[in-house]
């Protein structure tokens, strides 16, 4: 017999059919066309079928996941929302806070630090110099599809990661600070640590800092990074900490 309307479907067919629809087309349009279309979309399996078909994979596999849907969505957005973070555009996206002494300056890796660095797509970084140096970012949420609900209601887990190093030749300090801030610009969670200071003759490697803002109070709007610092020596030049390849990702980790 003949299939008159799409409604007359199996419900695993109109399944099978929804993972292929855009994730938003679903819950804006599809999902208000009828009873039957709300109930299929809102299924968890529809959502489930959805991540594995685009290969969302929860690192913690063996664990169950609270909501496919929010899921869905977290692992759709994630990404760095740090804009030129390896120095490729200059310095497009950043404030100039501090421009001490001979001003940042955009260098490239060597071959040898190139090399040495953990990620091989990384070929330039930011330097200071002699007085502070500071540069920061801000991250409008909502600008980056993050929606209040979703930040509220689920409040996940946020990664910031920033990667520096010292010259060999001269000491430097090296300082990072990250702040979730209000829709007035309130903070309402800050990662500071203490700065970072590296001696002359040190063995000039990439080092890693790393923290997950979890558990924090609703109304987060906008992250603030900022990172920088001086070199110990007062040097004429650039023989501050180098920075590279910072970044800030909000969702759970994936395989």
């Not at 990072?176 to 001696?199: E, K, M, N, R």
Request: glycine share 6%.
């Amino acid at each position: 017999m003949a299939v008159r309307s799409i409604n007359e479907l199996p419900e695993n067919i109109l399944l099978e059919l929804f993972t292929h629809v855009p994730a938003r087309q679903l819950l804006l349009r599809c999902r208000l066309v009828c009873s039957l279309w709300r109930d299929v979309i809102d299924l968890v399996t529809l959502w489930k079928h959805k991540c594995q078909r685009e290969g969302f994979i929860p690192e913690d596999w063996d664990q169950p996941v609270p909501d496919w849907k929010t899921f869905y969505f977290l692992c759709s957005l994630r990404r760095n929302l740090l804009h030129n973070p390896c120095a490729e555009d200059g310095f497009e996206f950043w404030s100039l806070d501090v421009n001490g002494g001979d001003e940042w300056k955009v260098e490239d890796l060597s071959k040898e630090q190139r090399k040495e660095f953990p990620n091989d797509q990384v070929k330039k970084y930011f330097v200071t110099s002699y007085y502070t140096c500071l540069k920061s970012q801000v991250v409008d949420l909502k600008a980056e599809g993050y929606w209040e609900e979703l930040m509220d209601t689920t409040r996940p887990d946020i990664q910031v990661k920033d990667w520096f190093a010292a010259r060999p030749d001269c000491g430097s300090k090296y300082q990072l600070c990250v702040q979730l801030l209000s829709s007035a610009h309130a903070p309402l969670g800050t990662f500071q640590p203490d700065p970072v200071t590296i001696q002359k003759k040190s063995d000039a490697k990439w080092r890693e800092v790393s923290h997950t803002f979890s558990n924090y109070p609703p109304g987060v709007r906008y992250i603030w990074f900022q990172h920088g610092g001086v070199d110990t020596h007062y040097w004429a030049g650039w023989y501050g900490p180098r920075v590279t390849n910072s970044s800030i990702t909000i969702g759970p980790a994936l395989l």
